[in-house]
């Protein structure tokens, strides 16, 4: 118990250094804003209890906002994927025949957890974007950054289970 808490911490403080040292940083022509941190709530266990998923998602986001100066909307899009993760899992696994507790790529494979990235992105970015503008002015442009910085997060966290998260 306490060497997942250690495991989970680090990653937690890794994550964010990293999304607010090097990836907020980046930003092509306004579209593409990868956002890795949401990979913490990702990886945590299946079996994560939502009175402690919710929690840890939300002050995982409220971290982020506090380093961005972004008044809540990580806070909300984040505590937002917590909410559907376990539905989320639930419609793309048949979870009874898969006896692995992690969501990492190397346990479920490339298919699932590609699957899973994209629709835990998608919805990220989805409530974190319309949050920012606050508006449907703008619809097809918030939807194209949506779109192309949902694809450039999938990558990268893809991308991060192969070089750092390999057990």
């Known amino acids: 118990m306490l060497r997942a808490t250690i495991k989970y911490g680090i990653i937690f403080i890794s994550l964010v250094l990293i999304q607010v040292l090097i990836l907020n940083q ?10 890795i941190y949401i990979l913490f709530v990702m990886l945590l266990p299946l079996t994560t209890p939502k009175y402690l998923l919710l929690p840890l998602a939300f002050l995982l986001g409220l971290t982020i906002d506090l380093f961005s100066n972004s008044l809540g909307i990580h806070a909300a899009a984040t505590t937002f994927i917590a909410y559907l993760r376990p539905m989320l899992v639930s419609v793309i696994s048949n979870r009874d025949k898969e006896k692995n507790n992690y969501p990492g790529l190397k346990q479920n494979g490339i298919q699932w957890f590609l699957l899973y990235t994209a629709f835990m992105v998608f919805f ?33 966290i893809v991308l991060s289970q192969y070089i750092i998260f390999r057990d």
């Open 26 to 35: 980046i930003q092509f022509s306004g579209f593409v804003n990868p956002f």
């Open 124 to 156: 990220h970015h989805l409530v974190l974007f319309f949050l920012e503008i606050f508006s449907f002015t703008g619809f097809f442009y918030t939807i194209l950054k949506i779109v192309v910085s949902s694809f450039f997060s999938v990558f990268v």
